[in-house]
Nanobody, 124 residues
Framework: QVHLAESGGGLVQPGESLRLSCAASGQTFSTYTMGWFRQAPGKERMMVGAVSRRGSSTTYADFVKGRFTISRDNAKNTASLQMNDLKPDDTAVYYC?????????????????WGQGTQVTVSA
């Protein structure tokens, strides 16, 4: 199994940027497809995007396309979520998750391992 820990959350103003990191420990990180999810207050958790095992493929939710970028560094056992042009609607707890799926999947149920989450608040 793999253990995940997010960091980098905080309070920013609209239009600013933030970079979240997900540190992994345990089983070989490169064997997992990694996803980022978020859960806003009073709403269901939603997928933000995902990156393939080697980092060669990514997918994003429509509401973050062009603003967010997901990457990974298998040598450092980390995945990242670069968030630009943040909006108040991006306020949420952000989670990284890992799946043993061979392919990028947007299905939350496919993700076996989850971090504890990090709070991102976008407010003027």
């Amino acid at each position: 199994q793999v253990h995940l820990a997010e960091s980098g959350g905080g309070l920013v103003q609209p239009g600013e940027s933030l970079r979240l990191s997900c540190a992994a420990s345990g089983q070989t990180f490169s064997t997992y497809t990694m996803g980022w999810f978020r859960q806003a207050p009073g709403k269901e958790r939603m997928m933000v995007g995902a990156v393939s095992r080697r980092g060669s493929s990514t997918t994003y939710a429509d509401f973050v396309k062009g603003r967010f970028t997901i990457s990974r560094d298998n040598a450092k056992n980390t995945a990242s979520l670069q968030m630009n042009d943040l909006k108040p609607d991006d306020t949420a707890v952000y989670y990284c998750a890992a799946t043993t799926s061979n392919f990028i999947t947007t299905s939350e149920s496919a993700y076996n391992y989850w971090g504890q989450g990090t709070q991102v608040t976008v407010s003027a």
